[in-house]
């Protein structure tokens, strides 16, 4: 038994797939392809398939993962390329190697996030002393957090009539900020709906290194 | 448009519905290939995307080179709202180009209440809804499935219906339509050719004429065509066209499974049953076909689940064989193999275990009356015994829970077969507690659902009236105040809803008008409750001058011209007339593997009307 894990991309129709429904269509692709996945005993029995981090509806990701614990060896490329040949539109795997991080160790997501605004704007709302937003935590009520400092790291671009920015925020277990919120608060600034592509560029650990 | 699009899917529920790309779903180019088929299910995409027999035909006609059929299916009522705020017409998933622009648009006719998602489906499409007011620039609208055995509500709406099983007369005519493109086309004189294939009926060259007290004097038919117009069945399911894969959805449906059709028809007869009557003759497929198509479509999608689809699973004449060969590969590939309508009594106890028959399925019955002279009248061979024998046997192995299945309204239907009803339940209550070894701490629940029976086309009830809402409602009454215990839970479908079944399964052409009069006031999937509006359904009739009760209340006679005359589905009106003489006797008649009735199915030759008793 091998937990390997899989780095993928979630690209174009895909980013409508939801991570529910991610789940299931990992489940059969990883089947279509006739790897030899372990099983978990017992009463109702199933592969055994876990993600780092699961991405919002709408977003895009280039290095997302999977883990999948297998029964016997297969040689990594030979997954890859197994997987690639059965998966829909839109999600490729990318490499496959020994899961070498462990769960907890995910800290932070590095975005990229297309704003179709001016930069101007970006920069003006970042250079504001504090950028309050409502957020829904997991007991369903909502606190207000400030995102000001979760993007002291980010940096904008113009490109043409959309501003880019990239930035790094926490992810994992501890503190996750969604780079949606930050648009939400743009949005009640600039009194309308900002219309956004949002892509997750990699994972990161504590010490920034990558998640693998 | 296309960009547009784009941005409405973060707006609404479940965009995934409306994206398209899932896998094994077809892409062409639209400059390679001659015909472009929308096929459109007038549902939500969960409901639609479970249907078999839109699986069949998708991949059927997408294997030919030069036809790409695409899918389309009803948009929730967000989406729907936006697509119209924007501008964007139906389109069809695979290409996201307008439907409007194909040269068919097809619908599966699988429910009554699906007719108002039709009207709203072309509406939002932009396409005329008058077959009449459609020029050669627009496409042919077509249509098939169960409901086509009485399409006439539909006429004025389609242009081409097809009856009987699909798939040889479908691509007769998109075959036909090619030829008819190259030669310069027009559409009234390739619809007078479709009329000459078998199985395809074009309501407009054949009109109807009405006596005075509003039944129909006449069905004429016009330009020479065939007065009568006979259904289609495929001969050898062995050689028929199968899919050996599915579109697999991204999100969740209700079907989500590959599915294995075992066999067409059934050798029960049960009278209410319009599926018993219309797809006669009973052919199976054989044990190696069924193995090789299950294990084709569970390694093309790879699902965890596959099942076995007939209207009677336990009818298979060799099911213990079929799953001995299935459960071969379905175990070391952790595939679940699922049985719908089975009856568990007949199986040894080691396939039971094999199968895990009781943990997965539960244990539910459909015995739809409550008396045995009822049972007997309605032709369902479901006797209590068997039904205490075999939930006695569930108990004794830890089962708690039994669902049961009623009809109310059935013909003949007295308030002592109500009071059977619950009496049915009760019993079962009491085999539960006289069972000396059930489980310790635990109480049984039985949950008992009952509909409201609807007189369909095609059955020896056509001419029986439904009850009235005020009959039905006095019963579920009755049923109610009939349970004496809290290990019931009854519930009952809305009479309403069925009300509106019965006058568009048994309505004639001057429905089209009330169709059209709802399509106005916003009418759209009345299968979903929070859809149906049964006042403005009666206000629609009102305004149209159209009485419902005539359709649903009215004892029809023998001799009478049902509008559905001039369409032959196999079974002889002689034998349906037979049938219901025998009900009102309360004498049932042998299945079809124990004799044959006569009912006229045997016309084709095939299947279990050639096979040795």
Redesign the interface.
């Known amino acids: 038994m091998k937990n390997v894990r899989i780095v993928f991309s979630k690209t174009?129709?895909?980013k409508?797939?939801?991570h529910?429904?991610?789940v299931?269509?990992m489940?059969?692709?990883?089947?279509?392809a006739g790897i030899p996945l372990w099983?978990t005993e017992g009463f109702n029995?199933?592969?055994y398939l876990t993600f780092a981090a699961p991405l919002s509806?709408?977003y895009e990701g280039l290095r997302e993962t999977m883990d999948l614990r297998l029964e016997e060896d297969m040689p990594y490329d030979r997954l890859v390329e197994r997987l690639n040949e059965?998966?829909?539109?839109?999600l490729t795997a990318v490499s496959a190697a020994e899961a070498v991080c462990k769960a907890g160790q995910l800290f932070a997501a590095e975005y990229r996030i297309t704003l179709y605004c001016s930069a101007e704007a970006v920069r003006a709302a970042l250079a504001l002393p504090e950028l309050p937003v409502e957020k829904k935590t997991k007991k369903k009520t909502t606190k207000t957090v400030d995102l000001k400092p979760y993007f002291a790291n980010a940096t904008v671009k113009e490109t043409g009539e959309t501003a880019v920015m990239t930035v790094t925020l926490p992810s994992g277990g501890a503190d996750n900020i969604n780079p949606g919120l930050f648009v939400t608060a743009l949005s009640g600034i600039l009194g309308s709906e900002i219309?956004v592509d949002v892509l997750r560029l990699r994972l990161l650990q504590a010490d920034g290194t990558e998640f693998l | 448009m296309k960009q547009k699009l784009e941005n409405l899917f973060l707006q609404v529920q479940k965009p995934a519905r409306y994206t398209g790309g899932e896998l094994n779903s077809v892409t062409k180019d639209p400059d390679q290939v001659a015909v472009r088929f929308a096929f459109c299910f007038p549902d939500l995409y969960e409901v639609g995307m479970s249907h078999l027999g839109m699986k069949i035909l998708y991949s059927q006609f997408n294997n030919e080179p030069d036809v790409w059929c695409e899918r389309v299916f009803a948009p929730d009522t967000d989406m729907e709202q936006l697509m119209r705020e924007n501008e964007i017409p139906l389109y069809g998933l695979e290409s996201r180009d307008p439907i409007r622009t194909f040269d068919f648009i097809g619908f599966t006719l699988q429910y009554e209440l699906s007719f108002t998602g039709i009207l709203n489906m072309l509406d939002l499409a932009g396409v005329p809804l008058r077959a009449a007011d459609r020029t050669e620039q627009h496409p042919l609208v077509v249509a098939g499935g169960p409901c086509a055995c009485n399409p006439e509500p539909l006429t004025d709406f389609v242009d081409i219906f097809f009856l009987g099983e699909g798939e040889e007369v479908d691509l007769e005519v998109i075959n036909l339509y090619k030829e008819h493109k190259q030669k310069g086309y027009n559409k009234k004189a390739f619809l007078r050719a479709c009329a000459d294939i078998e199985g395809v009926y074009v309501p407009s060259l054949y009109d109807v004429s009405y006596k005075e007290d509003g039944t129909i004097a006449a069905i004429t038919p016009l330009d020479g065509v065939e007065p009568v117009v006979r259904k289609r069945i495929i001969k050898d399911l062995d050689t028929c066209y199968y899919p050996e894969s599915f579109v697999v959805p991204y999100t969740d449906i209700v079907f989500d499974r590959a599915q294995s059709e075992i066999f067409r028809g059934c050798i029960r007869g049960c009278r209410f049953c319009q599926a018993g009557f219309i797809y006669r003759p009973v052919r199976e497929k054989s044990v190696d076909t069924i193995d090789r198509q299950s294990h084709d479509l569970c390694r093309n999608t790879g699902y965890e689940e596959f099942s076995l689809s007939s209207l009677s699973t336990s009818d298979y004449t060799k099911l213990e064989e079929l799953l001995d060969r299935l459960l071969d590969w379905a175990e070391q590939e952790h595939t679940n193999i699922s049985l719908p309508s089975l009856r568990v009594d007949g199986f040894s106890e080691e396939l039971a275990n094999r199968l895990n028959v009781l943990r997965r399925a539960g244990l539910t019955f459909a015995p739809e009356a409550g008396t045995q002279r009822l049972r007997d009248a309605i032709n369902k061979n479901l006797t209590e015994d068997e039904i205490l024998d075999t939930v006695t046997k569930a108990f004794k192995g830890g089962w708690t829970a039994v669902k049961l299945y009623f009809m109310l309204g059935l013909p003949t239907e007295t308030m002592e077969d109500i009071e059977g009803i619950a009496g049915l339940g009760q019993k079962v209550v009491n085999a539960f507690y006289t069972n000396p070894d059930k489980p310790k701490g635990k109480g049984v629940t039985v949950s008992m659902s009952t509909s409201c029976f609807v007189p369909k086309p095609f059955t020896p009830f056509q001419w029986e009236p439904q009850d009235t809402l005020e009959q039905l409602r006095e019963k579920q009454q009755h049923l109610v105040s009939s349970i004496h215990t809290k290990k019931i839970s009854l519930s009952y479908h809305d009479a309403k809803t069925s009300f509106l079944e019965a006058v568009l399964a048994r309505g004639d052409r001057r429905l089209c008008a009330v169709l059209e009069a709802g399509n106005k006031r916003g009418f759209n999937l009345d299968s979903w409750s929070e859809h149906f509006d049964f006042d403005a359904w009666m206000a629609v009739f009102e305004e149209c001058g159209v009485d419902p009760t005539f359709y649903a209340n009215r004892r029809r006679p023998y001799d009478e011209i049902l509008p559905w005359d001039h369409l032959d589905y196999g079974v002889t009106k002689a034998f349906l007339i037979n049938e219901s003489k025998l009900a009102h006797e309360a004498t049932t008649t042998p299945n079809c593997r124990q004799a044959c009735s006569g009912c006229g199915a045997a016309c084709w030759k095939e299947g279990v009307c050639v096979e040795k008793r």
């Open positions: 174009g129709r895909a409508y797939v939801s529910l429904d991610l299931r269509t489940s059969r692709a990883v089947r279509r099983y029995r199933h592969p509806l709408g059965v998966l829909p539109e839109g219309r």
